[in-house]
């Protein structure tokens, strides 16, 4: 961290010509008073100094505290099933670093919702922030929606979680429970003559069960094919 005295006619050209040198201001202090005009990383300098009185400050010195311009990635999560962006996470560090950010937590947290993993694009043991403060380095994590079977012999339980890693998520519904994926009917047969005169053909009678195979889609709970 470097710190400068100066004057408050000449704050608003050094902060630009600091930024111009990917220098970042912390902090900008009055000596003589000791008051922090402002601080932080976003902060609008140009609008904090025009709420000052230049003449009331002209003979007082100021202190620019500056650091290193933060390097900035992001790892954006991809549902390749509704091609829609699922999130983006925004990562600041300085240049030459290695960022402690991992993306094994958040890949659990989609799998547990119902998400199967296609691929991650992310460096495995984290970004290493570059010097090129003119380019962003992005990465992209794909994910698709995972995909369940329900029959007359693994049927769902009606109410229960389709996911149980997700007790909030979609819920198993009736048309996916054991009464809803068997039908037991039964079918009976008479012979007449076509004059509707009964032949000598006994009455056939069976009974038939259908049963129904279902596939749901385990993220949004929805009967995708029977």
Known sequence: VANQAITFDQLASIISELKQQHLNVISVTNNSTG??????????????????DSDKYSAQTFTITVGAQ???????FVDDTTKQNLAVKHLTGNGG???????TQDLENYENQGYE?????????GVQYDQDYNTDQNYTVHLKHGETTVSETTPGTVGQPINPM??????????????ALKHDVTQTIEYVYADGKATKQPTSTKR???????????VTGKVLKT
């Open 35 to 52: 008051q922090t005009l402002a601080q932080g990383e976003n902060v609008d300098w140009q609008k904090v100094f025009g709420n000052y």
């Open 70 to 76: 933060k390097q900035k990635a992001s790892v954006t």
């Open 97 to 103: 670093t290695t960022a402690p950010y991992r993306t």
């Open 117 to 125: 993993f296609v691929s991650d694009g992310y460096p495995k043991t």
């Open 166 to 179: 997700d007790p909030t998520g979609p819920k198993y519904t009736t048309e996916m429970g054991k009464d």
């Open 208 to 218: 038939l069960q259908f049963t129904a195979t279902k596939t749901i889609d385990k």
